[in-house]
């Protein structure tokens, strides 16, 4: 065991009173003393010192509350062109006076609906951020599509926070979907507080056969952000599931976002792009396990890193014995603008079947200078022809958003982060 | 128009241009010859303003501006168009927004109207019949996956698209079949007019068959030994580059 572990102030969480779901919080709980926190030789934590950095920025761990939202703040708040359902969190806990009302599918309180498994998909035995937040989450979201319902309008989830320095922020999310289902979602963060606060989140989806999901990620909540996210899903016979994430703040991120493709002809989807500048840390664990025949996956995360910023990608491919004729593709590419920024990039493909097409790539680099000066002798200047190629190589990423009102706005981001200064 | 005087530069402290002079008046057309690194393609280069090469000594003065003080987007600007010997490939940049950002900035610099996009458009269309580009082409990353013929001649389209004042065509026929060749000489003759200049940079006589030039001038160890009308390229061309080597390693050692 750890030694960092209920003696931290982040640890100490873990004996917060949360009601119901009491065996999978006790198994939580369990899970949680023997992971411990992540030390500096937690391999999975080893480029992102996590605990260091919650002690450092947390004084009085405490969780925090929900608050009102108005109608004004989410209609002030929503992108421009949207116009599907919104499903709105305070601190983490839903918000249904100001949530669209969806016909044809069912959402309400986890503490609702208490046979939901949680923590079976997404087990806190591979995350002890999992573990905490399983053990001592409020307020969680449970959201059922019954089978062949296809939602033609996009679910956003706007999540609100509001708080006191210190306060930590535990959202969960149970998204089940029907046979046939299809659905898109969409994550946006507001931060209306200037003090550090620390998001630990947990989205568990459970897809039926020939379902069809698409899950975007936009993280812009400013540089107060410490957040770790777990986001899991499983796969099904003949369902897709697609995820993009784009990175564009934050003081330290830690996503990891897992498929397991449990049937054959599924197909899972991961794409990212970061942004970062400042001192900003976002580090994207994935991982794809191929349990069966005929699968396939794609990865493809970008990065543009200034400052003094660090960006961690370890993408795992697992492909099991029985999981012949699997395709996997990763690929990590990152641009350097600065001598100070770092990234640590680490494919990790462990393939025990003989007859699959496995890739995977990564780079680093820098600008390509002959590309600056080839666009410079056309008469662009250099501040834009810079624009342009970082642009160019994000492009790859916010191509796979086939939300087009929510592309257009993250690609107006991008290009105003790329256009000026990154 | 353009005027090089005494022009020394290095390129990581070794030498390469070591006192060029060359004057050049609007309407004409220079070849630059010479043997492998002789320096011609680094000339090319530090007029354009590759920031690796380092001018030590010397000037050039372009229509009375101080070239060597301008980056490399403001030499542009004022006229002056390199047609690269190796084209730069960009994937993920369109060929038509790049060149429409090119040209409106082009524009705005010597003070006219952005283009609008049927304007551009219609720019395009007449350009692109001089070099006999494919539209389908111009839909594509920027010379991603071209082959070197369509490169070369999306190089001559560029600068069909910028009218530039000074052409200088880098080694723009190597690489190139006859019939490439001819199309993008013919791109290039078509686009001369008394207002402006071209220095064409190469190794072989052949393309000079096709771009007459008003006069030749042979490049050896960064300086020009030897300077004639398009007679002196066809005399390179039979008797090859060995006896101005010798001429000029005997003055030296002398």
């Not at chain 2, 005027?3 to 990581?12: D, G, M, R, T, V």
């Not at chain 2, 952005?114 to 539209?135: G, R, S, Y």
């Not at chain 2, 839909?139 to 070197?148: D, K, T, Y």
């Amino acid at each position: 065991m750890s030694t960092l572990t209920k003696q931290t102030k982040i640890g100490s969480l873990i004996d917060f009173p949360a009601k119901g779901f009491e065996a999978a919080r006790s198994q939580a709980k369990e899970a949680f003393e023997i992971q411990g926190l992540p030390g500096t030789k937690t391999e999975e934590y080893k480029f992102t010192a996590i605990t260091k950095k919650l002690e450092q920025q947390l004084n009085d761990v405490t969780m925090a509350e929900p608050f009102e939202v108005t109608p004004d703040m989410v209609n002030s708040n929503l992108f421009k062109g949207f116009d599907g359902d919104v499903l709105v969190f305070a601190n983490g806990h839903f918000q249904a006076n100001v949530s669209s009302q969806i016909e044809g599918i069912e959402i309400s309180l986890l503490s609702n609906n208490s046979d939901t498994p949680i923590g079976k998909i997404a087990k806190p035995e591979k995350d002890v951020f999992c573990a905490i937040n399983q053990a001592t989450f409020t307020g969680g979201l449970f959201i059922s599509i019954p089978k062949k319902i296809q939602l033609e309008k996009t679910i956003l989830f706007m999540n609100f926070t509001k708080i006191s320095a210190g306060q930590v922020i535990q959202p969960r999310i149970w998204i089940e979907a029907g046979d046939f289902a299809e659905a898109t979602f969409i994550e946006q963060a507001i931060n209306l507080t200037d003090v550090t606060f620390f998001v630990n989140k947990v989205v568990e989806i459970k897809g039926g056969h020939n379902t069809h999901l698409h899950y975007y990620r936009l993280q812009n909540e400013g540089s107060n952000a410490i957040e770790v996210s777990n986001i899991e899903t499983d796969i099904q016979q003949d369902s897709t599931f697609s995820s993009v994430v784009i990175s564009l703040s934050g003081e330290m991120v830690r996503n990891n976002l897992s498929l397991n493709l449990l049937g054959s002809n599924s197909e899972g989807n991961m794409y990212g792009l970061y942004l970062l500048n400042g001192k900003t840390h976002v580090d994207n664990h994935t991982n794809v396990d191929h349990t069966i025949p005929h699968a396939e996956s794609n990865e493809l995360y970008k990065g543009i890193l200034a400052d003094h910023s660090r960006g961690v990608f370890n993408g795992k491919i697992f492909v099991r014995q029985d999981a012949q004729k699997t395709n996997a593709f990763q690929q990590n590419n990152n641009i350097l603008l600065s001598e100070d920024a770092v990234v640590n990039t680490k494919p990790q493909l462990e393939i025990w079947a003989d007859d699959v097409k496995c890739s995977h790539g990564c780079t680093t680099g820098q600008l390509d200078e002959e590309a600056l000066f080839y666009l410079q002798t056309r008469g662009i200047g250099k501040q834009q022809a810079k624009g342009l190629l970082l642009y160019a190589f994000a492009g790859e990423v916010l191509e796979h958003i086939k939300h087009e009102a929510f592309k257009t706005y993250c690609t107006q981001l991008v290009e105003d982060r790329l256009g000026a200064k990154l | 128009m353009l005027s090089i005087k005494n022009l020394h530069a290095s390129i990581e402290g070794t030498p390469i241009l070591r006192g060029i002079n060359l004057e050049i008046k609007a309407g004409e057309v220079h070849a630059i010859m010479g043997p492998n690194g002789s320096g011609k393609s680094t000339l090319a280069s530090v007029l354009a303003g590759r920031e690796e090469y380092e001018v030590t000594d010397g000037e050039v003065i372009f229509n009375g501006k101080d070239l060597l003080e301008y980056s490399p987007e403001d030499r542009a600007r004022e006229g002056v168009f390199l047609a690269f010997q190796y084209p730069v490939e960009i994937p993920g940049v369109s060929s038509t927004n790049f060149l429409r950002t090119a040209v409106n900035q082009v524009r705005e610099y010597r003070g006219l109207d952005p283009l609008d996009a049927v304007k551009f458009l219609t720019l395009m269309k007449e350009k692109m019949k001089l070099v006999e580009i494919d539209q389908k082409l111009l839909s594509r990353s920027l010379n991603e996956g071209f082959s070197g013929g369509e490169k070369k001649r999306n190089e001559i389209f560029q600068m069909a698209m910028l009218e530039p004042k000074l052409s200088i065509l880098d080694e723009t026929d190597s690489g190139l079949d006859i019939d490439a060749l001819k199309i993008v000489s013919n791109g290039v003759n078509q686009l001369k007019s008394k207002d402006n200049a071209t220095i064409v940079v190469t190794h072989y006589q052949r393309l000079l068959d096709y771009i007459v030039p008003d006069y030749v001038h042979v490049l050896y160890k960064g300086r020009i030994v030897k300077s004639g009308t398009k007679e002196l390229a066809l005399e390179l061309e039979e008797k090859g580059y060995d006896w101005i080597k010798e001429a000029v390693d005997s003055e030296a050692t002398v």
